[in-house]
T-cell receptor, first 113, second 112 residues
Framework: AQKITQTQPGMFVQEKEAVTLDCTYD???????LFWYKQPSSGEMIFLIY??????QNATEGRYSLNFQKARKSANLVISASQLGDSAMYFC??????????FGAGTRLTVKP | NAGVTQTPKFQVLKTGQSMTLQCAQD?????MSWYRQDPGMGLRLIHY???????DQGEVPNGYNVSRSTTEDFPLRLLSAAPSQTSVYFC???????????FGPGTRLTVL
């Protein structure tokens, strides 16, 4: 079964600086999708960005970009120009060809003013 | 467009009771799924469905049943609640090869 690993339980970043949240995955499927979600303290799950395994370019959505290194099986989230509202839990997830989806344990990001 | 709706928002059960968590979506999505989130952890997939009449088990299916009689609805049944099922439950939906997945607001379940 596929596995998602987020090795950073907590991260701190200064407001307006960039931060990278790490995610590695393990799968033998050639076709899969990688997701990042944000979960603020209010509890809802907010979709941030998606990368398909066959996508040639790294995904970007506003201040979010996904650094996809397929050979290394990593899908790191880069948040540029951090804002106080970015403080939250961030989850990496992978959906395989059979639509089975697995989440990492998450990284708690704290943005300092 | 209501998106993904879940009811109830909060529920307290006694050990051994049964109940159904409701989930509905109005986006005509083929794929629907249920997750549980325990404190300090990521989400774990319980069951999922790729269309009406089709369901499959996820990572932690024991103690839960699902059915998918319509595209819109995907209820989750707890057959005999146990304290280990105390958790926050999320329902989600997307297209079959969708590049995003929309989540409901969650149901906080406590089993005493």
């Amino acid at each position: 079964a596929q596995k998602i690993t987020q090795t950073q339980p907590g991260m701190f970043v200064q407001e307006k600086e960039a931060v990278t949240l790490d995610c590695t995955y393990d799968t033998s499927d050639p076709s899969y999708g990688l997701f990042w979600y944000k979960q603020p303290s209010s509890g809802e799950m907010i979709f941030l960005i998606y990368q398909g395994s066959y996508d040639q370019q790294n995904a970007t959505e506003g201040r979010y970009s996904l650094n996809f290194q397929k050979a290394r099986k990593s899908a790191n989230l880069v948040i540029s120009a951090s804002q106080l509202g970015d403080s939250a839990m961030y989850f990496c997830a992978m959906r395989d060809y059979n639509n089975d989806m697995r989440f990492g344990a998450g990284t708690r990001l704290t943005v300092k003013p | 467009n209501a998106g993904v709706t879940q009811t109830p928002k909060f529920q307290v059960l006694k050990t051994g009771q049964s109940m159904t968590l409701q989930c509905a979506q109005d986006m005509n999505h083929e794929y629907m799924s249920w997750y549980r989130q325990d404190p300090g952890m990521g989400l774990r997939l319980i069951h999922y469905s790729v269309g009406a009449g089709i369901t499959d088990q996820g990572e932690v299916p024991n103690g839960y049943n699902v059915s998918r009689s319509t595209t819109e609805d995907f209820p989750l049944r707890l057959l005999s609640a146990a304290p280990s099922q105390t958790s926050v439950y999320f329902c989600a939906s997307s297209g079959l090869r969708g590049d995003t997945q929309y989540f409901g607001p969650g149901t906080r379940l406590t089993v005493l």
